[in-house]
């Protein structure tokens, strides 16, 4: 008797399992909501409407307001973009793991991405089919709308909870601040541990709060604000005489103008439990928020300084963060000028009742007009400070310039022009150094050129200006392995060890930058598509 052929073969195309992926979420928020439940509901729903699961994309702990850290779901957006999935269909738990963004559309525009691509999106525990019917559509839109409003009203509860930790004197996050540790105790307020750097609680009824720390930092804090009140130093003279005395901010971490500023400027010096300066709620911007909705708890903890000496510092800082017009900037360098008898910049930032130095070039240009409007000459040739300003202007230029001539060779080139790095055909990292002529007799070099090893270019073309700033002299292009110091120094029509790569015009860059087939042990010419 002829075979009989298998169950199998007698099964319609329709019938046979289509292919599915699985996308799960979990939110630290939602531990109902684990990955594994979820998963379990998909491959049930799948089980009974004919799926075969082939991938599953996890993003444990995401929260579902942004796409931003979700890199299973970018992921499954990548591969539908790029059609290397074997999948027709994408099994959801519901419609907030899909995710709970602010804006419903945004929600909507990812699922369209699928659906363009021939893939459909299925939430398996709703009780709607989503089958872009216009009953579907709109419920679809209700449970979006709801999951973003889940997460605004959780945002408010959160606020509150932490602002009442707060108003008790807790420590919310964050670093306790030099001069201070956070010290870890239980519901009834007993000490338990101090908490190391990256340490973090791990009982929920446990709290955070601030203690001093060790006395010789606690004596720091308090020489910081006696160098700025008594002796009217200002913050960047601070920070270099902390660092000549060897005091580390944070080891091997120095100190800086900012560090410091950070210190005066700070309430819990004076035991203020101060919160919710900045706020990034939902994900969004950040931003800065009006004091009256700042949230502070004064005396929560020990002070390392005293209220008089804490608001004497802020005193002086209001004084000098006011706003001076550009003829009280100039009666302080008048009165500068007739103290010493003479001006310059190292005298400015020395000096404790003037302005600094950046804010004299910002408001007047450059120092030397400055100078003049105080009605100070200077002796002093500034003629470098136009051919600096020159040579600005002219270093774009002849970036251009070079990437022209590669492009004209055929090959490709990106500029950086922050850093002016080229990238040649992607492989070849070139930094391009514009340097002026310096005609000082009192020079031992005319020519001096600080290369940027640091970004690690492969080659080094030096442009040598005129005199003037305003046509090039030659070229040098230097491979980085042939260096041995990041600065060059040069002689007028002296260059020694670096003349072999010397040339006068970028034919030479053209050469380098083509690619070139090698058959048969000579050279041919590429060939371009």
């Not at 017009?325 to 003479?342: P, T, W």
């Not at 200006?465 to 042939?482: H, Q, R």
Request: aromatic residues 10%; proline residues 4%.
């Amino acid at each position: 008797m002829p075979r009989r052929k298998p169950q199998s073969e007698y099964l319609i195309p329709e019938a046979r399992p289509r292919y599915a992926a699985a996308y799960v979420r979990m939110s630290t928020e939602h531990q109902q909501y684990s990955t594994e439940n979820q998963l379990d509901i998909i491959k049930l729903y799948a089980e009974q409407n004919g799926y075969e699961i082939t991938k599953v994309y996890t993003d444990a702990g995401k929260s579902g307001l942004t796409l931003n850290g979700r890199k299973a779901l970018q992921q499954l957006f990548n591969d539908v973009a790029s059609c290397s999935f074997e999948y027709q269909i994408v099994l959801v738990y519901d419609v907030s793991r899909w995710g709970r963004f602010q804006d419903p559309d945004e929600s909507a525009t990812y699922e369209v991405r699928c659906r363009q691509a021939g893939v459909a999106v299925e939430y398996c525990a709703e009780q709607f089919k989503n089958d872009g019917s216009p009953i579907s559509s709109i419920l679809k839109s209700v449970k979006r709308m709801m999951a973003g409003e889940y997460s605004r009203e959780l945002s408010v509860k959160v606020f509150a909870g932490q602002a009442r930790l707060i108003s008790l004197g807790y420590k919310q996050g964050g670093q306790p601040g030099y001069g201070y540790r956070r010290q870890l105790i239980d519901q009834c307020g007993h000490p338990k541990a101090i908490l190391s750097k990256g340490e973090m609680k791990s009982i929920q009824t446990d709290r955070v709060v601030l203690i001093p720390g060790p006395e010789k930092e606690q004596k720091v804090v308090r020489e910081i604000f006696r160098l700025f009140i008594e002796e009217k130093l200002k913050v960047g003279a601070i920070a270099r005489l902390l660092n000549e005395q060897g005091v580390a901010w944070c080891k091997p971490t120095p100190w800086n103008s900012g560090r410091v500023d950070s210190v005066l400027k700070n309430e819990r010096y004076i035991g203020n439990n101060l919160w919710n300066k900045t706020s990034a709620k939902l994900k969004q911007f950040k931003r800065v928020n009006p004091e009256n909705e700042w949230i502070r708890a004064k005396k929560a903890f020990c002070p390392i300084i005293n209220d008089e000496t804490f608001f004497a510092a802020r005193e002086i800082i209001s004084r000098r963060s006011t706003v001076l017009s550009d003829e009280q900037l100039i009666d302080d360098l008048k009165a500068l000028l007739a103290r010493h008898g003479y001006l310059s910049a190292v005298l400015i930032n020395a000096d404790k009742l003037t302005s600094s130095r950046s804010l004299y070039i910002s408001r007047f240009g450059t120092l030397r007009r400055a100078f003049d409007l105080a009605g100070y000459r200077s002796t002093r040739d500034y003629s470098y400070f136009d051919a600096d300003k020159r040579l600005k202007g002219r270093v774009a230029i002849c970036v251009e310039r070079v990437a022209g001539v590669i492009r004209s060779s055929g090959a490709s080139v990106s500029v950086n022009n922050d850093n002016s790095l080229l990238v040649i055909n992607d492989e070849i990292l070139m930094s391009v150094v514009v340097i002026r002529y310096k005609p000082s007799r009192f020079l031992k070099y005319q020519w001096q050129a600080r290369l940027a090893l640091e970004l690690n270019p492969d080659l080094n073309l030096v442009v040598r200006m005129y005199p003037g700033e305003e046509t090039v002299k030659d070229y040098l292009v230097i491979p980085t392995g042939a260096l041995d110091r990041a600065v060059l120094n040069m002689k007028d029509e002296d260059l020694r060890e670096l003349e072999q790569y010397r040339f006068d015009n970028l034919d030479v860059i053209g050469a380098l930058s083509r690619r070139v087939t090698i058959v048969g042990g000579r050279n041919e010419e590429p060939k371009f598509k």
